[in-house]
């Protein structure tokens, strides 16, 4: 159990166009949702935290009006990066953590490659 | 500044051996440690979590050891196999939120 998924799995999208991206949980009740943006090479930069029913809090330096998450449900976020350029094209990972578990223990989606041209 | 390094060097070793990777942090007081594998184009799958008060923890082949005195994880991997390959991150935690280093990528030789 515990399975995260999301979509799409790669999207490529023209400078200025807004792309949305779904994050579910698919077997269980997600508590918090995350949202990370990872550049080639380089490690997870945590860019947002998301509880359902409530604004998300935003990582220092992360636009809130360029980056919108939706946690609409217990099962549902989603990251819609608005006016997109192509310094946005990036690996966009989410996770959650399980409702009955551990807090500590995040479980991640597959992840969505974004190439802005 | 809060910094958690890892090794950037691919770490290359024989199948059958044991892999040792580090994970050293400064300006951190994490209640616990976390280990995970990525592999190319994917997110990351939790492999292990170990508390500040355990020095040690083992799950399968895996073993990951946390001195908080040094500041530092040591995680390993012990009869190596090709399917091991991938890159191996540590992660603090501060509250619920995640840190997460730079990762070390392992390459297992046949």
């Known amino acids: 159990g515990a399975v995260v998924s999301q979509h799409p799995s790669r999207v490529i999208c023209k400078s200025g166009t807004s792309v949305k991206i779904e994050c579910r949980s698919l077997?269980?009740?997600?508590?918090?949702m995350f949202w990370y943006r990872q550049f080639p090479k380089q490690s997870l930069m945590l860019m947002a935290t998301s509880n359902e029913g409530s604004k998300a809090t935003y990582e220092q330096g992360v636009e809130k009006d360029k980056f919108l998450i939706n946690h609409a449900s217990l099962t549902l976020s989603t990251l819609t990066v608005t006016s997109a350029h192509p310094e946005d094209s990036s690996f966009y990972i989410c996770s959650a953590t399980h409702r009955d578990r551990s807090l500590r223990e995040q479980y991640f989606g597959p992840g969505t490659r974004l190439t802005v041209t | 500044s809060q910094k958690i390094e890892q090794n950037s060097e691919a770490l290359n070793i024989q199948e059958g051996k044991t892999a040792t990777l580090t994970c050293n942090y400064t300006?951190?007081?994490?209640?616990?440690l976390q280990w995970y594998r990525q592999d190319p184009g994917r997110g990351p799958v939790f492999l292990l979590l170990i508390r500040e008060n355990e020095k040690e923890k083992r799950k399968e082949r895996l073993k990951v050891t946390f001195d908080t005195t040094l500041k530092q994880s040591l995680f390993h991997i012990t009869a190596s196999q090709p399917a091991d390959s991938a890159t191996y991150l540590c992660?603090?935690?501060?509250?619920?939120?995640?840190?997460f280093g730079g990762g070390t990528r392992v390459l297992v030789k046949p």
């Open positions: 077997d269980f009740q997600a508590t918090t």
């Open positions: 992660a603090l935690a501060a509250g619920n939120k995640l840190t």
């Open positions: 300006n951190y007081s994490p209640a616990y």
